[in-house]
């Protein structure tokens, strides 16, 4: 060997010897990977998930089974007496891990942390064969069994692989290496903490260790150290904890996150070398719930306003690289949050860091969710992932709230088939479970909040599950799921006044809301960014006169993916505050309007900036989010208008004429400028042959295509010398939803489009001058038992082929263009559907739909010039 070589080896070994033991490495790249349902292979790196595509094209039927992940590892020989780890952050949902194809252990449950030893397995000194089964497949003993989400599979979070001496601090446990520091007694004056570590003796020989400790004030000040001396036999563990009391500590809060550190380490007593060492952070913070008057931190009142927050995100699944999480949680916080809810399961360690260093006060949970199994495998693994989320994430002072349930008996109130037998054992294995997670979360920290989310219904109540936690959550969708945003303040009211001891919190709330879909009439279920407005102001107006509710979460900070949802976006959940993509709907900025207590002003309309009038005399709707008492609104640099806030919000009615406009509000301190145009409806058909009319038949709303850019105006009725509809009705399949269908419209990106439509129309009228022109009608059959049978093979009396047969014709100024016209036989039903036709007009133009059978459909027309 080189003498320099061999000199610079040792000299590396002796280093390596002195300083920290502790070698911590991700093991994230080139990975082999391949799925059960196919043989193919291919390399890829981890953070991983095998449903990023498929859960957006294939919705429900997305695949769920196991996915097999394999590499070789070379184990240097350094690593000879040594004890080597593997360290998940998260798989889902059962993972299996082989060396050489030895089975060393299976971890279940998806959504938190795990470890194994593997320093048995490997051989020293030569390449190792690693082999990680994952599977998501359905499995009725473990949670969740059913959610409004996606269950992603693959390792979707950092691997690690962690080398360590003989002697260490415990990795392989459901802390999964975490040491415990805990804050029984804080105040202003002083606060007392215990630190808990484990310590393992993997060796052969007794050991004579020394255990130090050395807290960190936020300013990083060394401000003590603490050192005991433990003797350890062959192959024990013991507890080794430490007691301080800090003077005048600096607490944490929303507004000061101050965050403590300590540093641990293991040495060998009377010599320099360290066997191990890690660190971990912690906050000082006191906090308390009244039924009467809320929530209070370090003594003062406190309203916890916030959101929800699913992990993925568009394109990537719930594979997400750490970033993607910090800026989730800076956005956040940046909208004037102080509160958020990790729904429905414990997140990446990250999140929880972040939300320390941003001072969010966070409620996190585990994924027991609208069902539970009667089983005790079942209520097992429930306990164990409550005790390994505690255990996980207990030094984090973000943390107030742990959660074990949410509608637990949602799925048992809407099925039909379940007899009362089978409810009544539903009901009674809830309820036992959660007195066992509530007993279970008590044991291990008796001083956080537990909390549970509940759906609107009566049974939680009578049933008494809603009596075991500390909290109760209400996910409430009233003016949505429920008639009337009137009914929330209402119901609140309600449950304050029967069970006054009892805290409550909005644990969900809010409408989808599509910003290709704009209104400045909004109406529920119509998804515009204007009824999620409306929505949101009334929700916050209710919660903030009412003391007794401690504070609120939106559902949710960003849309997410949820299989089995056919609404304006099928596979997405578009109730969010921002968009998958995490670009901005307008509703983020209203919350600045209301959070922020630095000056903010925005003026809506970053999703949609062209306003249809129907004539010069109708007004402009503006509206400019603040929290200045005043705003000032100057327009084209000419005219001023001035308007008080009330609820964050200034409103605008102004007459303009048409084009282009320049909007400046502004108070004393900060100002936003928007563009706008403006275009009347009595001028629109005079506009063709420079552009297109777009309608979007039978609905109120406005709607963008987001690829072509065109936009389809909200319908209208007829009158002589414009356009429009003649008979019919809008087609609803709720007379309090003003949706036509929320069914996924195949064969189109632009379902909202198709998704509405006009029922029993007579015609569609233009009055256009003289000349050549090219209609496009826009059809989608909505019903799925919809008749395929020609109307001309029918008798006239009526049979079941009939009932559902939806046959009319379509003539074009008196003339038959299609007979017989049957969507569900020609094209399909739920499918989007365009014909278009190239006619001569000598005066005006009309659409007829004669009905044959059933009633006549359109859900938009498209007018050009050739």
């Known amino acids: 060997m080189n003498t320099t070589i061999y000199l610079f080896a040792i000299s590396f070994i002796l280093s390596f010897n002195l300083a920290a033991q502790r070698n911590i490495q991700s093991l994230n790249s080139a990975w082999e990977f391949s799925l059960e349902k196919n043989d193919k292979k291919e390399i890829v790196n981890i953070p991983h998930t095998w449903n990023a595509e498929d859960a957006f094209r294939d919705g429900k039927e997305y695949f769920r089974g196991k996915g097999t992940y394999e590499k070789t590892l070379f184990a240097p020989v350094y690593y000879k007496n040594k004890r080597v780890f593997l360290k998940f952050e998260g798989s889902n949902q059962i993972t299996g891990i082989f060396v050489n194809n030895e089975k060393i252990g299976e971890h279940r449950g998806g959504y938190i942390g795990f470890v194994f030893d593997i320093s048995e397995a490997l051989n020293i000194g030569e390449e190792n064969q690693i082999r990680i089964e994952v599977d998501n497949a359905h499995n009725t003993d473990i949670p969740p069994l059913d959610a409004d989400f996606n269950f992603y599979g693959g390792i979707y979070r950092d691997l690690e692989l962690i080398v360590t001496e003989q002697v260490h601090f415990e990795l392989a446990n459901e802390a999964a290496g975490n040491i415990l520091v805990k804050t029984p007694q804080v105040s202003e004056d002083k606060a007392d903490i215990r630190i808990e570590t484990k310590v393992v003796n993997n060796s052969v020989d007794k050991k004579s260790i020394e255990v130090s400790i050395d807290i960190f004030d936020p300013e990083t000040q060394h401000i003590k150290k603490l050192s005991k001396k433990v003797q350890m036999k062959a192959g024990e563990t013991n507890s080794v904890i430490f007691t301080h009391e800090i003077k005048t500590p600096g607490l944490w809060s929303p507004d000061t996150p101050n965050i403590y550190r300590i540093e641990a380490r293991i040495s060998e007593v009377n010599s320099e070398k360290i066997l191990d060492d890690l660190f971990t952070k912690f906050g000082l913070r006191w906090f308390e719930i009244d039924a009467e008057e809320g929530f209070f931190l370090n003594g003062k009142p406190l309203k916890l306003i916030g959101a929800n927050r699913h992990q993925d995100f568009k394109g990537l699944g719930n594979a997400l690289p750490n970033v993607i999480h910090q800026t989730d949680y800076k956005t956040i916080k940046e909208m004037g949050a102080n509160f958020i809810r990790t729904a429905h399961y414990p997140q990446d360690p990250e999140v929880y860091k972040i939300c320390d260093e941003l001072g969010l006060l966070v409620w996190s949970e585990v994924p027991i969710i609208n069902d539970v199994t009667d089983t005790a495998a079942y209520h097992e693994i429930s306990l164990k992932m409550q005790r390994e989320q505690i255990l996980q994430f207990f030094n984090h002072p973000s943390i107030v709230f742990w959660g074990y349930m949410n509608e637990i008996y949602i799925r048992l109130v809407f099925n039909n088939k379940i007899t009362e037998a089978e409810k009544e054992a539903k009901i009674k294995t809830s309820v036992a479970l959660a007195k066992k997670l509530e007993n279970e979360t008590k044991k291990l920290d008796p001083d956080r909040l537990s909390v549970m989310a509940l759906h609107e219904n009566e049974l939680y109540n009578t049933s008494g599950i809603a009596d075991i936690p500390d909290v109760i959550g209400w996910n409430l969708y009233f003016g949505w799921y429920s008639q009337g945003l009137e009914n929330f303040g209402k119901f609140l009211d309600d449950q304050h006044k029967h069970y006054p001891d009892r805290p409550l919190i909005i644990s969900e709330y809010g409408p989808g809301a599509d910003i290709r879909i704009q209104t400045d009439d909004p109406k529920p279920w119509d998804y515009s960014e204007a009824y999620q407005l409306k929505l949101h102001e009334s929700y916050l107006n209710q919660v903030l006169e009412r003391d007794f509710i401690v504070g609120m979460a939106a559902w949710n900070f960003a849309d997410f993916g949820s299989s089995f949802r056919?609404?304006?976006?099928?596979?997405?959940?578009?109730?969010?505050?921002?968009?998958?993509?995490?670009?901005?709907?307008?509703?983020?900025?209203?919350?600045?309007?209301?959070?922020?207590?630095?000056?903010?002003?925005?003026?809506?309309?970053?999703?949609?900036?062209?306003?249809?009038?129907?004539?010069?005399?109708?007004?402009?709707?503006?509206?400019?989010?603040?929290?200045?008492?005043?705003?000032t609104l100057n327009v084209n640099d000419s005219l001023e208008f001035y308007a008080e806030v009330k609820n964050g919000l200034a409103r605008f009615e102004l007459q303009l004429p048409e084009g282009k406009h320049l909007l400046i509000a502004e108070t004393e301190k900060v100002s936003h400028s928007r563009k706008i145009k403006v275009r009347y409806r009595s001028n629109l058909l005079y506009e063709i042959g420079k552009k297109n009319l777009l309608i979007n038949v039978g609905t109120h709303v406005n709607y963008t295509d987001p690829v072509t850019k065109e936009i389809w105006i909200s319908d209208q009725e007829y009158k002589i010398g414009g356009f429009g509809h003649v008979g019919g009705k809008v087609f609803q399949k709720s007379e309090d939803k003003f949706q036509g269908t929320a069914s996924d419209i195949q064969g189109t990106e632009d379902d909202p489009l198709f998704q509405t439509m006009r029922e029993g129309i007579k015609a569609y009228n233009f009055d256009v001058e003289k000349g050549d022109y090219k209609i496009s009608l826009l059809f989608a059959e909505p019903d799925f038992n919809a008749s395929e049978e020609n109307i001309y093979n029918l008798d006239s009396s009526k049979n079941e082929k009939t009932i559902n047969l939806r046959s009319f014709d379509i003539k074009i100024n008196g003339k038959i263009v299609s007979k017989d016209f049957n969507l569900a036989r020609d094209y399909g039903r739920i499918r989007a559907v365009e014909v278009f036709y190239k006619i001569k007009a000598e005066n005006g133009i009309t659409v007829e739909f004669e009905e044959n059978s059933g009633k006549s459909v359109l859900s938009g027309i498209k007018l050009e010039k050739l």
């Open 566 to 631: 056919q609404d304006a976006m099928p596979y997405i959940n578009q109730k969010g505050l921002v968009n998958f993509d995490r670009s901005k709907k307008d509703i983020y900025y209203y919350y600045q309007a209301r959070l922020l207590k630095e000056p903010f002003i925005y003026i809506e309309g970053a999703n949609y900036d062209e306003k249809f009038l129907q004539d010069e005399n109708d007004k402009v709707k503006i509206n400019v989010f603040s929290n200045a008492k005043k705003v």
